[in-house]
């Protein structure tokens, strides 16, 4: 395969001296690199390299100015702007932005298309009045003051090139329109040839200059398109290039140069349907790795969305060692846009000098927050919103508790400072954080993300002196989020060694042996209709502006011209895209189905990604001596009834918590969690019950409870819920269910005096701890836990359980004894009354008939709901509900089993599927 640079040379001639003095344009930098190489492949004696240009560089040569950026154009525009319009109608500088810059792109399309601007917005404001105009009405303020932001358009144009122009700069379009005013003076005080390689659609001003060129004899321009698409009606490829021979008058005496005849060659073509993205790239490393190194050399992977530069990195078979990447990757994609995006949620649509927890929280657990706050300071931080139950907290909190940590302090007091000063502020993080990070064989990546933000806040800096525009940290964080949509960081590498991977744009030029194409979709390639622009479709028409049409021939050129030297091309669509369009394929691989040669072999088949099959399985945990060890120090303290429940469900959890301590982080509750609201119910009737141990319940100590209810249950919520906030919403309707549960309960007990003889409270949240002695296990074994309550009724001992979930009848009873280890879900709460029974039991040698149960706040209607030992499932069981000696036999021997396969050395913890 012979390159089209290749061939450019070959037509231009072997006399090196005159190549030296001459001038290579290019549409872009990067294919001035390939030009290098070929020209040491093709001129064998020593020479002087010509000087080789992109297009953007040579315009700004002929025309003198240098482009400034759309931020700094945004800015002088906002400055301009604020000039003309009364200060009362003035919009502030995030409002301005967004319409700002889609005028600026229209004053872009208008000077590059050489329009007259004053008729241009003559007319377009003319537009705007008869889209507006009533026959019987007046028109509001509104649309007079649109109306007159349309008759000023004009006003903010010129004024904006004046003052662009004295100070020697220009946005694009500008840049073009001063080139081609000024191309005559151009040629007469520069005497070089130019070579023109590559172009394709070109803008009136870039027209004018090539043509004026052309004609006096100082350019040779060098089109690339294949003579199937150039002598095709209805191709789309090769439109501007027709175009130009048939209204160039420079072709009318000297013939088209057409330099490429090769789409017809032998190729071959893989047409791939994937389903989503990822599926795209993770075809795109299955084909690579496949590749050869010396294949590799010679292959383009070419993103038709440019989103999918990340996926693919991480998708690049190892055989890949060399990349070139010659696109840049959006500075919104980068690790670093999180950390100061933290910083800037933390105000943002902030009304109080209060920061919301979940913002402070992710600020603070940010990779680039660690590393620059003290970490000792940030766990503080972190450890006193969480044990506090914090919602929201102060800025004056926050110093109060780190006084010594500057940078914290900094930025808990960006709402105080001007725009000025935050830039300050963060350009003093990002030196600090290169002090941390500043090793270049480790944090290479880190130290190009630190430099290019403090690029990023310089400008913004420096426009922001000048022009006083951002008048809030609101505004200053909408600009810095379009800055990052539309910078990039652009990679380093060795531009002509390994593989290649660019997107659509940077193949101009450029011609590759094996291409690899994704994302050939509608609405991708071609992209489709654009709205970004003021100007309607029939005034485009009008003054031959370019229209979706034309964009749609500038994809159709660049799709077709990269196949047309490749001889393998594998052409990958998604089947499932989001959008409007989703599942289309392009209509260019319609069109290329039309193409096909005798040369050519094309093969369509659907795909999908390799996944590998894997199997979740169950995780096991052998027991060493060092479990053991720790297995012994729990049965010393005693098992607790959550916790042998907690085996039965799931060993794995019972390892984690109670032997290696892993517990749940505190997290802050913004809602009342419902084990919170149980433990607030507790509590409240500890507190109720606990002065009436050893006493008879009566109704006058019931009453003195109920009239007591808001203070005690408020008291709870505050010991509990701390600093959350109980007075509006889910949380002031939760505070009311907890006053209804036990206003509820005190109901209930006032109907069991009335209907009982005699109520004796014994014990309230008692201590229990018994130790049992385990067949086969030689040390000391205790079970511990506390009781809600046990009091005695009518001469029956009560122990009960509070649960303010709901609990049915049939959720404490059983039949097999067997089950009441091996099922959490139905036996759990037998399990859990019954330790408390038996504990209760061997300390305090009840003599009178022993009751256990449960009392349910979400079924109290049930009232005391007794454990019961049934004969039998379904209807006709008798049950037993007197806890006797017989019953403790039966329950101890399960529970002995229970202790001595967890304590057995040789039985493994083994993962259940909860």
């Given at each position: 395969?012979?390159?089209?640079?290749?061939?450019?040379?070959?037509?231009?001639?072997?006399?090196?001296?005159?190549?030296?003095?001459?001038?290579?344009?290019?549409?872009?930098?990067?294919?001035?690199?390939?030009?290098?190489?070929?020209?040491?492949?093709?001129?064998?004696?020593?020479?002087?390299?010509?000087?080789?240009?992109?297009?953007?560089?040579?315009?700004?040569?002929?025309?003198?100015?240098?482009?400034?950026?759309?931020?700094?154009?945004?800015?002088?525009?906002?400055?301009?702007?604020?000039?003309?319009?009364?200060?009362?109608?003035?919009?502030?500088?995030?409002?301005?932005?967004?319409?700002?810059?889609?005028?600026?792109?229209?004053?872009?399309?208008?000077?590059?298309?050489?329009?007259?601007?004053?008729?241009?917005?003559?007319?377009?404001?003319?537009?705007?009045?008869?889209?507006?105009?009533?026959?019987?009405?007046?028109?509001?303020?509104?649309?007079?003051?649109?109306?007159?932001?349309?008759?000023?358009?004009?006003?903010?144009?010129?004024?904006?090139?004046?003052?662009?122009?004295?100070?020697?700069?220009?946005?694009?379009?500008?840049?073009?329109?001063?080139?081609?005013?000024?191309?005559?003076?151009?040629?007469?005080?520069?005497?070089?040839?130019?070579?023109?390689?590559?172009?394709?659609?070109?803008?009136?001003?870039?027209?004018?200059?090539?043509?004026?060129?052309?004609?006096?004899?100082?350019?040779?321009?060098?089109?690339?398109?294949?003579?199937?698409?150039?002598?095709?009606?209805?191709?789309?490829?090769?439109?501007?290039?027709?175009?130009?021979?048939?209204?160039?008058?420079?072709?009318?005496?000297?013939?088209?140069?057409?330099?490429?005849?090769?789409?017809?060659?032998?190729?071959?073509?893989?047409?791939?349907?994937?389903?989503?993205?990822?599926?795209?790239?993770?075809?795109?490393?299955?084909?690579?790795?496949?590749?050869?190194?010396?294949?590799?050399?010679?292959?383009?992977?070419?993103?038709?969305?440019?989103?999918?530069?990340?996926?693919?990195?991480?998708?690049?078979?190892?055989?890949?060692?060399?990349?070139?990447?010659?696109?840049?990757?959006?500075?919104?994609?980068?690790?670093?846009?999180?950390?100061?995006?933290?910083?800037?949620?933390?105000?943002?649509?902030?009304?109080?000098?209060?920061?919301?927890?979940?913002?402070?929280?992710?600020?603070?657990?940010?990779?680039?927050?660690?590393?620059?706050?003290?970490?000792?300071?940030?766990?503080?931080?972190?450890?006193?919103?969480?044990?506090?139950?914090?919602?929201?907290?102060?800025?004056?909190?926050?110093?109060?508790?780190?006084?010594?940590?500057?940078?914290?302090?900094?930025?808990?007091?960006?709402?105080?400072?001007?725009?000025?000063?935050?830039?300050?502020?963060?350009?003093?993080?990002?030196?600090?954080?290169?002090?941390?990070?500043?090793?270049?064989?480790?944090?290479?990546?880190?130290?190009?993300?630190?430099?290019?933000?403090?690029?990023?806040?310089?400008?913004?800096?420096?426009?922001?002196?000048?022009?006083?525009?951002?008048?809030?940290?609101?505004?200053?964080?909408?600009?810095?989020?379009?800055?990052?949509?539309?910078?990039?960081?652009?990679?380093?590498?060795?531009?002509?060694?390994?593989?290649?991977?660019?997107?659509?744009?940077?193949?101009?030029?450029?011609?590759?042996?094996?291409?690899?194409?994704?994302?050939?979709?509608?609405?991708?390639?071609?992209?489709?209709?654009?709205?970004?622009?003021?100007?309607?479709?029939?005034?485009?028409?009008?003054?031959?502006?370019?229209?979706?049409?034309?964009?749609?021939?500038?994809?159709?050129?660049?799709?077709?011209?990269?196949?047309?030297?490749?001889?393998?091309?594998?052409?990958?669509?998604?089947?499932?895209?989001?959008?409007?369009?989703?599942?289309?394929?392009?209509?260019?691989?319609?069109?290329?189905?039309?193409?096909?040669?005798?040369?050519?072999?094309?093969?369509?088949?659907?795909?999908?990604?390799?996944?590998?099959?894997?199997?979740?399985?169950?995780?096991?945990?052998?027991?060493?001596?060092?479990?053991?060890?720790?297995?012994?120090?729990?049965?010393?303290?005693?098992?607790?009834?959550?916790?042998?429940?907690?085996?039965?469900?799931?060993?794995?959890?019972?390892?984690?918590?109670?032997?290696?301590?892993?517990?749940?982080?505190?997290?802050?509750?913004?809602?009342?969690?419902a084990n919170t609201l149980g433990t607030i119910v507790h509590n409240t009737l500890e507190n109720f019950y606990k002065p009436l141990e050893n006493q008879i319940l009566t109704k006058e100590a019931i009453k003195f409870m109920q009239q007591n209810i808001d203070g005690e249950v408020s008291k709870q919520f505050q010991l509990e819920f701390k600093k959350g906030d109980i007075t509006k919403g889910k949380n002031l309707i939760i505070f009311n269910i907890a006053k209804r549960y036990v206003a509820n309960f005190l109901k209930q007990e006032l109907k069991l005096i009335i209907e009982s003889n005699e109520v004796i409270i014994r014990h309230i949240e008692s201590d229990l701890r018994t130790e049992i002695k385990v067949p086969g296990l030689e040390f000391p074994i205790f079970i511990a836990g506390k009781v809600d309550r046990i009091d005695e009724v009518d001469g029956t001992i009560r122990i009960i359980d509070y649960k303010t979930g709901k609990v049915d009848q049939s959720k404490v009873e059983i039949v097999n004894w067997e089950d009441i280890t091996t099922d959490y879900t139905k036996y759990s709460k037998p399990f859990q009354i019954l330790m408390y029974a038996y504990m209760i039991q061997s300390q305090k040698q009840f003599t009178k008939p022993l009751e256990a149960g449960i009392i349910s706040f979400k079924n109290l209607s049930a009232g005391f709901l007794k454990f019961a030992k049934k004969d039998k499932t379904g209807r006709g069981a008798k049950k037993d509900t007197v806890i006797t000696q017989e019953t403790f036999d039966d329950f101890l021997i399960e529970l002995h089993?229970?202790?001595?396969?967890?304590?057995?050395?040789?039985?493994?913890?083994?993962?259940?599927?909860?």
């Amino acid at each position: 395969m012979q390159s089209f640079i290749s061939k450019c040379l070959v037509k231009i001639g072997a006399d090196s001296s005159a190549i030296s003095e001459s001038v290579f344009v290019l549409p872009s930098k990067r294919a001035g690199v390939f030009l290098k190489k070929e020209f040491s492949k093709y001129y064998q004696a020593t020479f002087f390299l010509p000087k080789i240009i992109s297009i953007e560089e040579f315009i700004e040569d002929v025309s003198g100015l240098t482009t400034c950026s759309n931020l700094e154009t945004l800015f002088t525009f906002y400055n301009i702007y604020g000039s003309i319009i009364p200060d009362e109608l003035k919009e502030s500088f995030e409002s301005f932005s967004k319409w700002g810059q889609i005028l600026l792109h229209d004053f872009n399309e208008i000077d590059r298309y050489g329009i007259d601007a004053k008729d241009f917005f003559s007319n377009l404001s003319n537009i705007k009045q008869i889209e507006n105009w009533s026959p019987s009405e007046e028109p509001t303020t509104l649309i007079k003051n649109y109306l007159d932001f349309w008759r000023n358009s004009y006003q903010y144009y010129d004024k904006l090139q004046s003052e662009l122009l004295q100070n020697g700069v220009g946005y694009q379009g500008l840049v073009y329109r001063e080139a081609s005013d000024h191309i005559e003076h151009y040629i007469q005080s520069n005497q070089a040839h130019h070579y023109f390689l590559g172009f394709n659609a070109l803008n009136t001003s870039e027209e004018i200059i090539f043509q004026e060129l052309l004609q006096q004899d100082r350019a040779t321009v060098l089109f690339d398109t294949d003579q199937l698409f150039f002598e095709s009606k209805t191709n789309s490829a090769s439109h501007f290039l027709r175009k130009y021979n048939k209204e160039w008058n420079y072709y009318d005496n000297t013939n088209f140069s057409i330099v490429s005849n090769e789409f017809s060659s032998k190729k071959n073509i893989d047409v791939v349907a994937l389903p989503k993205n990822i599926g795209q790239v993770k075809k795109v490393g299955e084909l690579l790795s496949k590749l050869s190194a010396l294949e590799l050399k010679e292959t383009a992977v070419v993103l038709g969305d440019e989103s999918l530069l990340l996926p693919l990195l991480n998708s690049l078979p190892k055989n890949v060692t060399d990349i070139n990447i010659t696109m840049g990757m959006s500075l919104k994609d980068i690790p670093l846009v999180s950390f100061f995006d933290s910083i800037f949620q933390l105000y943002y649509k902030q009304s109080s000098d209060r920061f919301y927890y979940k913002k402070l929280l992710t600020f603070l657990n940010n990779n680039y927050t660690r590393l620059l706050l003290n970490r000792e300071d940030v766990n503080t931080l972190i450890y006193h919103i969480q044990h506090y139950n914090i919602i929201s907290i102060t800025k004056q909190e926050i110093i109060e508790l780190l006084p010594d940590n500057f940078f914290l302090k900094q930025i808990v007091s960006l709402s105080k400072k001007t725009t000025v000063d935050c830039i300050v502020v963060f350009k003093a993080v990002i030196l600090e954080l290169k002090r941390q990070v500043d090793d270049p064989s480790t944090n290479q990546l880190d130290l190009e993300y630190l430099y290019r933000f403090n690029e990023v806040f310089n400008v913004l800096g420096v426009l922001q002196e000048k022009y006083k525009s951002i008048k809030s940290l609101e505004e200053f964080y909408q600009i810095y989020k379009e800055i990052l949509s539309i910078d990039t960081l652009d990679f380093k590498g060795e531009p002509v060694h390994g593989l290649q991977i660019m997107g659509m744009l940077e193949s101009r030029v450029l011609d590759f042996k094996r291409v690899i194409l994704t994302s050939v979709n509608e609405g991708i390639l071609p992209s489709g209709k654009s709205h970004n622009s003021f100007i309607p479709f029939d005034l485009k028409i009008a003054f031959k502006l370019p229209t979706y049409y034309e964009k749609d021939a500038v994809y159709a050129y660049h799709f077709f011209r990269l196949l047309q030297r490749a001889e393998n091309i594998s052409l990958i669509y998604n089947t499932e895209p989001d959008g409007l369009n989703a599942g289309e394929k392009s209509r260019f691989l319609l069109q290329l189905e039309s193409l096909v040669s005798e040369n050519h072999t094309i093969n369509y088949y659907t795909s999908s990604p390799k996944i590998p099959s894997t199997t979740q399985e169950l995780q096991v945990i052998q027991k060493d001596e060092k479990v053991l060890e720790r297995l012994k120090e729990i049965a010393a303290k005693g098992f607790s009834p959550s916790a042998l429940t907690q085996y039965v469900r799931n060993p794995i959890d019972f390892y984690q918590q109670k032997v290696l301590r892993i517990y749940e982080e505190d997290a802050v509750e913004e809602t009342v969690a419902a084990n919170t609201l149980g433990t607030i119910v507790h509590n409240t009737l500890e507190n109720f019950y606990k002065p009436l141990e050893n006493q008879i319940l009566t109704k006058e100590a019931i009453k003195f409870m109920q009239q007591n209810i808001d203070g005690e249950v408020s008291k709870q919520f505050q010991l509990e819920f701390k600093k959350g906030d109980i007075t509006k919403g889910k949380n002031l309707i939760i505070f009311n269910i907890a006053k209804r549960y036990v206003a509820n309960f005190l109901k209930q007990e006032l109907k069991l005096i009335i209907e009982s003889n005699e109520v004796i409270i014994r014990h309230i949240e008692s201590d229990l701890r018994t130790e049992i002695k385990v067949p086969g296990l030689e040390f000391p074994i205790f079970i511990a836990g506390k009781v809600d309550r046990i009091d005695e009724v009518d001469g029956t001992i009560r122990i009960i359980d509070y649960k303010t979930g709901k609990v049915d009848q049939s959720k404490v009873e059983i039949v097999n004894w067997e089950d009441i280890t091996t099922d959490y879900t139905k036996y759990s709460k037998p399990f859990q009354i019954l330790m408390y029974a038996y504990m209760i039991q061997s300390q305090k040698q009840f003599t009178k008939p022993l009751e256990a149960g449960i009392i349910s706040f979400k079924n109290l209607s049930a009232g005391f709901l007794k454990f019961a030992k049934k004969d039998k499932t379904g209807r006709g069981a008798k049950k037993d509900t007197v806890i006797t000696q017989e019953t403790f036999d039966d329950f101890l021997i399960e529970l002995h089993q229970l202790v001595h396969e967890i304590c057995n050395i040789n039985i493994d913890f083994t993962e259940k599927e909860v």
